[in-house]
């Protein structure tokens, strides 16, 4: 999946692991439990994680919590697919803080580099007829790309 797919560049850099694409409120959920996707995968993981209605506080606190996870180590990539926020109980800020900001502001703390982009291409489609719509295979090893000048990649292997 290269540039003809919908890409925005967070941080550059380069991830190699097995692909877990899924619901940011699922993988909170999953946090901790038997089946922790991240705990379960001990192997280098590209994390791919989609919103579906959330508020942009609630995202914003949920990618801070991301790295107390069991397995966040294991992290070498994270692709995101966020654009149908609802309403925020944080209504003024909301309004003036992009997604992007959210998401780089958070990387900008993280203790080792991750490449991130967003990835608009995967998860629920909207309903617009003619979008594009990449299926995600869970499990499969993958390499990920993160290159402002150069354009994005997923490539599985």
Known sequence: IGSEAR???????????????????????????WYDPLVKARKPVVLAIEDVGMAKSEFERWLDSLVNFNGWENVTAVLVKANRF?????????????????????????????????????????????ERFYPMVWGEWVNVTVNSKNGCSLKYM
Do not use: C
Not at 8 to 20: A, H
Not at 96 to 125: C, N, Y
């Open 86 to 130: 609802r309403r925020d109980d944080y209504f003024w800020w909301a309004l003036i803080t992009s997604r992007m900001k959210i998401v780089r502001d958070w990387a900008s703390t993280l203790e080792r580099k991750i490449p991130a982009a967003f990835f608009e291409d995967f998860g629920h489609r909207s309903g617009r007829q003619k």
């Open 7 to 33: 890409w925005k560049p967070v941080v550059e850099g380069e991830g190699t692991g097995i692909l877990i694409p899924m619901n940011f409120e699922t993988l909170v959920l999953a946090s901790g439990a």
